[in-house]
């Protein structure tokens, strides 16, 4: 058993992260740092059996690859993925050295508690999990130090901070929470389909899309012999070649299909 | 910030934001390091705040703008932030180091709305590279 009463639950889904949940749950009041550390622990532990089932080939990556590498599989929403993320960074920070205040250990203890019964409902599908609401362990023989105006201070102070992550975090995002970017990119694809078949029909705009193409081969080349991505340059040169051909076919692909239906249109009506 | 200039702001911030995704979405797919790139830049070289970049994308703000009002709207910016917006746009086609029939097409487009001659598209390129070559490779693996 975890011997705790917020997580609990955990024994019967994952027993070692019911446990380290169970020991930052022990360490809030006392040693703050540790608590975060375990959380840290925990998340990780979470991370490695979620990235098991859906990339194994990730699971000796950092933390952070394999939070994003779930988020792109849409197995971690974004909210859990930010909560995920809460916990990496302040564990991180506690790592360090950096002193940690109750209230932050504690919000974050109370987000381990959120991702607890997503987690356990992944890992065991089907299974019918009763998150009970969290409640702040007690501390042993002292009043409740949630109460007092230091603990106030710091949970206001935090809220502050969360404020402004999200403010930051909202204004990076191309599309916003509530979008549904899927519908929203479809959309726009099948916009953009539209206007590219005016531009073979009606003819092609100022700058027209075959320069386009070769000049972003021609990036596209440069960028993949930079350091950054090292390929070598005969290899760099045949993969934007490729890409130009692909485009350029593409291109003369949908001319000739546009041209076609335009000739059999004028034989039908010279027929007519 | 007077109300008129925050109007201002709000109105290149959606017209970034929708050339963005046009280009991001082009491909079909979305993967996280354009997402990013697209904010960072927003904030970074166009100099948007962070107010302006979450107003922008309000639903009453972009939600009902098309691909057309995005090339209405570029017309009408000072050339040099039209140029920028180029140049960003490039940048998130260059993200994932491939290209996508439909990006030329979005790219085509939107460089002959801005009006720029060949050699300032290239000169837009060429910045989009280098500030491509700066995007975290390792946040795109597919897997």
């Not at chain 1, 090292?230 to 890409?243: D, I, L, R, T």
């Not at chain 2, 995704?21 to 830049?41: H, I, W």
């Not at chain 2, 940048?91 to 801005?114: D, G």
Request: aromatic share 6%; net charge negative.
């Amino acid at each position: 058993m975890s011997g705790s009463s917020n997580f609990s639950f955990m024994d019967r889904y994952d027993k070692r992260v019911g446990r380290l949940a169970g020991q930052a749950e022990r360490y809030v009041y006392t040693d703050p740092e540790s608590c975060l550390f375990k959380l840290r622990l925990m998340v990780e532990t979470m991370a490695k059996t979620l990235i098991e089932l859906q990339s194994p080939h990730l699971v000796d990556s950092d933390l952070s690859t394999m939070l994003r590498a779930l988020e792109r599989s849409q197995m971690l929403s974004r909210s859990h993925a930010d909560q995920m993320h809460a916990i990496r960074r302040d564990g991180n920070s506690a790592v360090h050295g950096d002193p940690t205040p109750a209230p932050t250990a504690m919000r974050r203890l109370h987000d381990a508690h959120r991702l607890s019964g997503w987690y356990c409902r992944t890992v065991k599908r089907g299974a019918k999990v009763d998150l009970e609401a969290f409640t702040p362990p007690p501390r042993a023989g002292q009043s409740d130090p949630t109460k007092g105006e230091g603990w106030k201070k710091g949970e206001a102070l935090e809220k502050t901070i969360e404020e402004q992550r999200r403010q930051t975090r909202e204004a990076l995002l191309l599309f916003n929470e509530d979008e549904n970017v899927d519908e929203v990119g479809e959309a726009l694809v099948k916009e953009l389909t539209s206007w590219d078949e005016i531009a073979i029909a009606a003819g092609e705009p100022l700058i027209d899309a075959e320069f386009v193409a070769l000049v972003m081969a021609m990036d596209i080349e440069k960028l993949l012999e930079h350091p950054r991505f090292g390929v070598p340059s005969k290899e760099a040169h045949a993969q934007a070649e490729a890409q130009f051909d692909a485009v350029r076919n593409e291109l003369e692909a949908k001319e000739f299909a546009y041209r076609d239906q335009r000739r059999k249109l004028a034989e039908g009506d010279l027929i007519d | 910030m007077s109300d008129e200039a925050m109007k201002t702001e709000i109105k290149l911030a959606t017209t970034w934001f929708l050339a963005a995704r046009t280009m991001a979405v082009a491909d079909g797919n979305v993967p996280k390091v354009k997402e990013a790139a697209a904010g960072l830049y927003a904030r970074a070289i166009l100099e948007l705040s962070e107010q302006v970049c979450v107003e922008a994308k309000q639903k009453h703000n972009i939600g009902d703008l098309r691909v057309e009002d995005c090339l209405a709207s570029v017309r009408t910016l000072p050339r040099e932030l039209g140029e920028k917006i180029m140049t960003g746009v490039m940048m998130i086609a260059y993200a994932n180091r491939e290209m996508h029939p439909l990006e030329v097409r979005w790219a085509s487009m939107l460089a002959s709305a801005i009006e720029l001659s060949e050699e300032d598209f290239q000169r837009c390129c060429v910045g989009a590279r280098v500030i491509a070559t700066m995007l975290n490779p390792s946040s795109e693996e597919s897997a």
